[in-house]
């Protein structure tokens, strides 16, 4: 895990830490491992709830430029782009 603090506004701080980060370019990427017991039709709904973090973790690595963020569903090995 890679921890951030990221100023997100005036006095508005948001901690969290990437399972991992890439920022080379032009192959940046973000990727949360989800360790939930689910079967593989039921990944997409669940990743879903994940939009906000999503956000964050978009906005924490920004100062590096573009990262898109994956959810690695490690159950179902299965790996969505939010």
């Not at 506004?9 to 370019?25: H, I, M, N, Q, S």
């Not at 939009?51 to 969505?80: K, S």
């Given at each position: 895990?890679?921890?951030?603090?990221h100023l997100?506004?005036?006095?508005?701080?948001?901690?969290?830490?990437?399972?991992?980060?890439?920022?080379?370019?032009?192959?940046?990427?973000?990727?949360?491992?989800?360790?939930?017991?689910?079967?593989?039709?039921?990944?997409?709904?669940?990743?879903?709830?994940?939009?906000?973090?999503?956000?964050?973790?978009?906005?924490?690595?920004?100062?590096?430029?573009?990262?898109?963020?994956?959810?690695?569903?490690?159950?179902?090995?299965?790996?969505?782009?939010?």
């Amino acid at each position: 895990e890679l921890p951030f603090l990221h100023l997100a506004g005036p006095r508005a701080w948001r901690t969290g830490a990437f399972d991992l980060y890439r920022p080379d370019e032009p192959t940046s990427w973000i990727i949360d491992f989800k360790t939930h017991d689910i079967a593989a039709a039921q990944v997409a709904e669940v990743a879903r709830e994940y939009d906000v973090q999503a956000e964050y973790y978009r906005a924490a690595a920004a100062i590096r430029g573009a990262a898109p963020v994956r959810l690695h569903f490690t159950r179902t090995n299965t790996v969505v782009e939010i």
